[in-house]
């Protein structure tokens, strides 16, 4: 490395705040953009919602046949929406905490990286993605939950929607 490429990286890296918004956009709209494409499924999120409002397409659907490949395409799909969803509502606590850190270092005392720390909610929704996985999986296999990801039959169904009719309200 030269002298003009170390000063220019350290530019970068000085404007902390401007790389932690440009990496968080930049993941959020990778997120989105890979969600409405399908998710790696091959089908895009409108030929979804097309076959969804045909009369009779739920039915129609073949339930997928779960393998190893298809539960780890499943977890990144679930990685990936709750990156999408839940990145942008964790901006301002990652950028606060790269403020704080800013003047850590600044100070000489100890400090960790915003990536860091932003990596531990991914580690965290990636938990959350392997429990839904697993959850979609075994629901899929007892035909409790349709390939739309549609409640199947009301009896074993953890939750009822409740309507005021239907509840006699």
Known sequence: ??????????????????????????????????????????????????????????NVMVPAVWTLGYAGLMFVMWWAMMAAMMLPSAAPILLLFARINRNQKAGGRPFIPAGIFAAGYLVAWGGFSALATGLQWQLEQLGLLSPMMARRQATGSAVQSCSPPACGS
């Open 1 to 58: 490395m030269t002298a003009t490429d170390t000063t220019t990286l350290e530019a970068i890296l000085r404007r902390d705040r401007a790389v932690v918004v440009v990496t968080l956009v930049a993941v959020i709209t990778i997120a989105w953009i890979w969600i409405l494409l399908g998710a790696g499924t091959g089908m895009s999120t409108w030929d979804m919602a097309l076959g969804w409002g045909a009369p009779g397409m739920a």
